[in-house]
């Protein structure tokens, strides 16, 4: 899957996909029934399937003391969609210039010249441009007038439960792991660099971990009991 990493490294040759806008926070089932949805009209079109993403989310822009943990870092995230069958990853820098942009900017100078979107693929509730003034209904209006299609997404049901970020946020922060699990549709995890620490280990008799992780915050806190498997040999550890 091929990374781009900001808004001025979109070539010539980028131009022509299948794209969907989100923030895949943990790539989720129902994030995996819209990229399912995505990949099959892709190659449909012989076309790639393109994810757009915003680093940082949003919400850590205007709102950074109320923003929500991340399930899944940009690195995590990618590997996730990789997983999927993405071709490419738009990773789009967001900040107070790209916010400032009015809907029809949006659409014709990232949406049209530098993607030439052919079918969009979005959440009813998406908003977009400054204000949040653009909505679905100005998306199918651009659709007709560029040529483009463009489908909404419903929300993703198991059950009588809507499959969200922030159901699975909450039922990590619960300790319910086998909820996050079948929310997620793969084991929760988390990733970084093992760090030395106060080697309170080696007296207590359990082997520990001390990982340092790459965000500024985490879904779950505390102290866990884990199995550790190392080259097909299991280990008990904290």
Not at 60 to 65: D, K, N, R, Y
Not at 124 to 145: I, M, N, S, T, V
Not at 198 to 218: D, S
Request: proline share 4%; aromatic share 8%; with cysteine.
């Amino acid at each position: 899957m091929e990374l781009i990493r900001g808004l001025n490294n979109l070539k010539d040759h980028h131009h022509g996909c299948v794209l969907t806008i989100g923030k895949f926070d943990g790539v989720h089932l129902g994030h995996q029934a819209v990229l399912a949805n995505v990949i099959e009209q892709a190659r449909r079109l012989s076309l790639p399937a393109t994810v757009m993403v915003f680093e940082p989310h949003p919400e850590e822009v205007f709102t950074p003391e109320t923003a929500p943990a991340r399930i899944s870092p940009l690195a995590e995230k990618y590997q996730l969609l990789k997983a999927q069958g993405v071709d490419r990853l738009l990773c789009v820098r967001f900040n107070a210039q790209f916010a400032a942009q009015s809907p029809d900017e949006f659409i014709e100078h990232l949406l049209v010249d530098k993607l030439g979107v052919k079918f969009l693929v979005v959440g009813d509730d998406f908003r977009f441009g400054k204000g949040r003034q653009g909505d679905f209904a100005r998306l199918e209006q651009a659709g007709q007038q560029f040529d483009f299609e463009v489908v909404s997404t419903q929300s993703y049901r198991m059950e009588d439960c809507r499959i969200s970020s922030t159901a699975v946020r909450e039922a990590l922060a619960e300790g319910n792991f086998s909820l996050a699990h079948t929310m997620l549709g793969r084991s929760f995890f988390i990733s970084g660099r093992v760090i030395h620490g106060e080697k309170k280990g080696r007296t207590i008799g359990f082997p520990t971990a001390n990982v340092l992780l790459n965000r500024c915050q985490t879904p779950i806190t505390g102290v866990f009991a884990v199995k550790l498997n190392i080259d097909g040999t299991l280990y008990t550890g904290v």
